[in-house]
């Protein structure tokens, strides 16, 4: 069972940032595949952003050049940097994890693990 735990989320002006993290528990972090998800009001949970073992990244492009997804293998902690925020990124983060190399990273089903949720709004 791996427990992940999101925070940093908060209220901020269009064009600011903020930083995500998302704490795991096991022992081996460093060998799963992590992803970030969101879900604005009276939408569906959308891909975000995604990080493999081997640090390959990959973005959705709403998002690609103004977010950036890392992880810290020896704090077992994945981390969603966003600059240059939009209202339109207004929406509930979650972390997901999955044990494993995943080929379908965008896709939902691919993650077995998922955060509670940390509310992230931007303001006009």
Request: aromatic content about 14%.
């Amino acid at each position: 069972q791996v427990q992940l735990v999101e925070s940093g989320g908060g209220l901020v002006q269009a064009g600011g940032s903020l930083r995500l993290s998302c704490a795991a528990s096991g022992h081996a972090f460093s060998t799963y595949t992590m992803g970030w998800f969101r879900q604005a009001p009276g939408k569906e949970r959308e891909f975000v952003a995604s990080i493999r073992s081997g640090g390959n990244t990959d973005y959705a492009e709403s998002v690609k050049g103004r977010f950036t997804i890392s992880r810290d293998s020896a704090k077992n902690t994945m981390y969603l940097q966003m600059n240059s925020l939009k209202p339109d990124d207004t929406a509930v983060y979650y972390c997901a994890a999955a044990l494993s190399y995943v080929w379908r990273y965008w896709e939902q089903s691919s993650y077995v693990y998922w955060g509670q949720g940390t509310q992230v709004t931007v303001s006009s």
